[in-house]
């Protein structure tokens, strides 16, 4: 799984001595186990994250609950009262990025930020991963002076991060069970996961389900399942993962078959994937 090699790296930093004012932090954050769980959290400052794997709910002031899923951009609204629970299948990684209140206050007089709901689902890719690592390592080596200049640094992450925001029309039962679907193939990405299997769950005949997939996602169910994969497989290689480990964790039997499903997807080598990023 990619929170066995995604370790919890993260940098807490204060401008100032205010941290509910001053506090700019960032980084990947693992949570395995359900006890990392957070019940009635209310923090003083502002706290986003992005879910790049696993899976979840959150709970608003007024107990709604709303699935979480990759690729969903969760707010920490200050002073507001939410719960974050984990599915406990040791799956869950999230980047997270914490500004201070009185820079959220700002950028909510702007309308900058969501209003409507603190769950919203965005679109990102390979840019995205290495925009938010560009920050941690940049506010990891700050020193104090430069972190005015990282915080706007931060807050075009956010900004940059809401660009991709997709707008989607009101959810019925279909789109739910497609929903479920894919959570479902982007999960043990290690493990075979058959997709009749996929199917029987969200209690759809097997040729229904992958008509209706392709459809609504724009891509077969097989596609999907590689394509989440390949994402998870480029995580690992940015994280320093040898690729010959990288393609045990993805489910592949020999380093051949996966180089070759790798470079089919994304037009390159593993190899070359690791060097070009590497030199950037």
Not at 106 to 129: C, E, F, G, M, Q
Request: proline residues 5%; glycine residues 6%.
């Amino acid at each position: 799984m990619i929170e066995s090699i995604m370790k919890k790296d993260v940098i807490y930093r204060c401008i100032g001595s205010n941290f509910t004012d001053g506090i700019l932090a960032c980084g990947y954050m693992t949570k395995p186990l359900k006890e990392q769980s957070q019940y009635n959290f209310v923090i003083d400052y502002y706290s986003c994250f992005v879910l790049l794997s696993g899976s979840g709910f959150y709970y608003t002031k007024d107990d709604v609950k709303i699935p979480i899923h990759p690729g969903d951009f969760v707010q920490r609204i200050p002073g507001e009262n939410h719960s974050t629970e984990i599915i406990p299948d040791g799956n869950w990684l999230e980047f997270f990025i914490s500004i201070g209140r009185t820079t959220y206050d700002y950028l909510r007089s702007l309308d900058l930020l969501p209003a409507d709901s603190p769950v919203s689902k965005i679109y990102y890719d390979d840019n995205t991963i290495q925009m938010f690592s560009r920050l941690l390592q940049q506010l990891k080596e700050a020193n104090d002076s430069q972190l005015p200049y990282l915080s706007l640094k931060a807050q075009e992450v956010i900004l940059s991060t809401l660009n991709g925001i997709q707008k989607v029309p009101p959810k019925d039962a279909l789109i739910h069970s497609i929903e479920e679907a894919c959570r479902l193939l982007s999960s043990e990405v290690d493990n075979d996961v058959p997709l009749k299997d996929v199917a029987s769950a969200i209690n759809m005949s097997y040729e229904n389900f992958r008509k209706q997939f392709t459809k609504i996602v724009g891509m077969s169910p097989s596609k999907y399942r590689i394509e989440q994969k390949m994402k998870h497989a480029r995580l690992m290689l940015l994280s320093g993962v040898s690729i010959k480990e990288t393609a045990v964790l993805t489910g592949y039997s020999d380093t051949y078959s996966f180089t070759k499903q790798f470079t089919h997807v994304t037009g390159m080598s593993p190899g070359r994937f690791k060097l070009s990023h590497h030199l950037r």
